[in-house]
């Protein structure tokens, strides 16, 4: 039996196919909840799948993607239907979106490492820098018993005992450049005693 459709009926049919994904983003761009939640429907799965792939944490890329509808339902009036499919222009906020929390997540665990580092108390060997210590002390103590004794007399007055060339010479009774006369030439056979290069 063949049956003849009417036009009323055609339209009806039309009427009841599903609105497209650009249709739907028009539609919210004017506040349609309504069209909002179709296109959630309709999108929510593909921008999931997009940001886990990027993400591979679940749970961001859940709060990812609420990001993302949230930013399609506040931005949907700079949707130019002319520059584009409405999928192309979701998926692409959804990369992009994706790839800041990327990018915003390596700065945090690089901020984090660099002020764990400058946290970290760095270990040390208080045992050999006691005896490096100590080796030291013994050597300064020899080269300084080879000075003559006024060497030695103005060197301790001065680096030990934090005094200037000029209380060193009052405490001597001694002309200021005799004090730095004796310094110099003490200084220089310490420096030879010892092996330092100058």
Known sequence: MLVLMTADFAADTESTAPPSKEELLTRVATGDQAAFGELYDQMAPRVLG???????????SEEVTQEIFLEIWQSATRYEPARGGASTWIMTMAHRRAVDRIRSSQAGRDRDTKIGIRDLAVAYDDVSE?????????????????????QRQAISLAYYGG?????????????LGTVKTRLRDGLIR????LGVAS
């Open 163 to 175: 005094f200037s060339q000029s209380e060193v010479a009052a405490q001597l009774h001694i002309p």
């Open 190 to 193: 310490l420096r030879d005693e």
């Open 50 to 60: 997009l940001v886990k792939r990027l993400l591979i944490d679940h749970a961001q």
């Open 130 to 150: 006691t005896v490096e210590t100590r080796i030291e002390h013994e050597r300064v103590e020899k080269a300084m018993s080879r000075l003559t004794e006024l």
